[in-house]
């Protein structure tokens, strides 16, 4: 028993370090929405670690397999799950134009004309999502559902996910929005157990968020949003 209790306590030690090391690096990464390539290292490069890092931890140095990219669940997606993505992209498409028109934010995006220019933007959000999705449901939640309750496990990743997105570039009401769409993505993995599918979900919005940006900047040139 007492052999047990000391392993229990050294891999909570042990998952408290790499999430704290893991939100530590993210914390002193310059988080801005600039499309430079010198500032694409600097942040991806640190948001690139806090993924590899833990899941090579995990599967070669600890071998407990924590960490994984379980992208597949062995079935097809339901009729409701691919309604879902839709609806969505629905809400994408009817939220973020107000959103962006009340306040202004989308000046924290730099959007210029040009294909090459464009195609780094929608490539960026793209992108990000996907780090999104890999960082804080599939690292964060994860790690913090080996010694918390699922509900509390995901409140918390939560938190984390709406703290970055406000430091990135969504502010004013942000919150009210991205808070519940964290809290959502983390629960349809634990119910899916299907990276692909959340990752789906997040870069459809993505690509519409691409688009509203876009918009906002030359709305005569994309006039399919009421803002």
């Not at 397999?65 to 669940?73: A, E, K, S």
């Amino acid at each position: 028993m007492g052999i047990e209790r000391q392993n229990t306590r050294r891999t909570r030690l042990r998952n408290v370090v790499v999430l704290l090391g893991t939100l530590l690096i993210v914390a002193i990464t310059p988080i801005n929405t600039s499309l430079s390539f010198r500032h694409v290292l600097e942040m991806g490069i640190p948001l690139a670690l806090v993924i590899f890092v833990p899941y090579v931890l995990s599967r070669y140095v600890f071998k407990d397999h924590v960490i994984t990219f379980h992208f597949l669940n062995g079935r097809r997606w339901y009729r409701t799950e691919i309604l879902y993505i839709l609806a969505t992209a629905a809400v994408g498409y009817l939220l973020l134009p107000f959103y962006f028109a009340s306040t202004g934010t989308y000046h924290n995006w730099t959007v210029l004309p040009g294909a090459i220019n464009l195609f780094r933007l929608f490539i960026g959000t793209q992108a990000l999502g996907l780090w999104d999705e890999l960082f804080f449901v599939n690292t964060v939640l994860t790690l913090l559902r080996q010694h918390l309750r699922f509900i509390w496990a995901n409140l918390i990743q939560a938190v984390f996910w709406t703290v970055f997105l406000f430091a990135l570039g969504f502010r004013s009401w942000a919150p009210l929005f991205i808070y519940p769409l964290a809290l959502l993505q983390g629960y349809i993995f634990m119910r899916t157990k299907s990276l692909l599918y959340i990752i789906t979900i997040h870069l459809t919005l993505d690509a519409v968020l691409f688009l509203v940006l876009f918009h906002a900047y030359y709305p005569a040139w994309l006039p399919i949003f009421v803002t």
